[in-house]
């Protein structure tokens, strides 16, 4: 089995990994495809992903903390990667609210992650988040939720697409009857969006976004947006013989000019 407790790259999967570094009580961060984990003695305590809102676009868009604090905690904090610990010590936020908000980010970054166990990339000793430490989280225990989510989705509906891309309404689809979380995600639906940024707007977990979409889905209401068409190359024009053509700013310049000499 390759080592992944230095810098290189590694052939095994996110979760093949975090076994192993976990056996090891490493601390440091794993990057994979679709985020990075970071652990502590052996344990998770922080998961990015950019499928996922960050813990400040959660706290800040609920009202939970102003965004002029939050910014502040991370001024005074994040070089010591002690960003929660500003915010506690500020009173802008009791600990057990942000244990809460953290675990949650937590595993919603880890579901994408870990849910479909793409290759690990390389593992940085040492690497700390700087959130800093709020609560820490077995590997294993996050490496089983991580698959409870992928199984509960998939019941819904079976396409993992859904999570990821930029998401359309079925044009003429009915929607009467919806209940009113359901109701308020369909709305943020708008070909442009993703699923993380639908839950961003709502400020809500990413995780309770995509149960909403993905029985949206399975009632004929949402699909994933067709790509962007994709604009032909331009044909090449005549050639101009070997004009120069004037800078707009300087042709606009010479006008001027002509024009005072001419008054």
């Known amino acids: 089995m390759t080592r992944v407790t230095t810098t290189w790259a590694t ?127 077995p590997v294993d225990a996050v490496v089983r939720e991580s698959g409870r989510r992928r199984a509960l989705l998939d019941r819904i509906w079976p396409d993992p697409a859904i999570d990821t891309v930029p998401l359309t309404r079925v044009p003429g689809a009915g929607r009467a009857d919806l209940p009113v979380r359901r109701g308020r995600t369909l709305t943020q639906v708008d070909g442009v969006r993703t699923a993380a940024q639908i839950a961003s707007s709502l400020a809500c977990r990413t995780y309770h976004t995509l149960v909403e979409l993905r029985r949206l889905a399975a009632d004929g209401l949402v699909v994933a947006a067709p790509p962007p068409p994709v604009a032909p190359p331009l044909a090449p024009g005549p050639d101009p013989g070997g004009t120069v053509w004037d800078d707009p700013d300087t042709a606009l310049l010479r006008r001027l000019r002509h024009a005072l000499e001419a008054l």
């Open 11 to 137: 052939q095994e999967t996110t979760s093949a990994a975090l076994g192993a570094l976990a056996a090891e009580g490493a601390t440091g961060a794993l990057s994979g495809e679709r985020g990075i984990v970071y652990l502590s003695a052996g344990r998770v305590v922080h998961v990015e992903s950019a499928f996922t809102p960050d813990l400040g676009s959660l706290l800040t868009r609920s009202g939970a903390v102003p965004s002029d604090g939050w910014w502040d905690a991370v001024d005074r904090g994040g070089t010591q990667h002690r960003v929660g610990h500003r915010l506690v010590d500020s009173g802008r936020l009791s600990a057990g609210a942000l244990e809460v908000c953290h675990l949650g980010a937590l595993f919603d970054a880890a579901y994408f992650v870990l849910a479909h166990d793409t290759r690990a990339h390389r593992f940085r000793p040492g690497a700390v988040h700087w959130l800093g430490a709020v609560r820490s989280v």
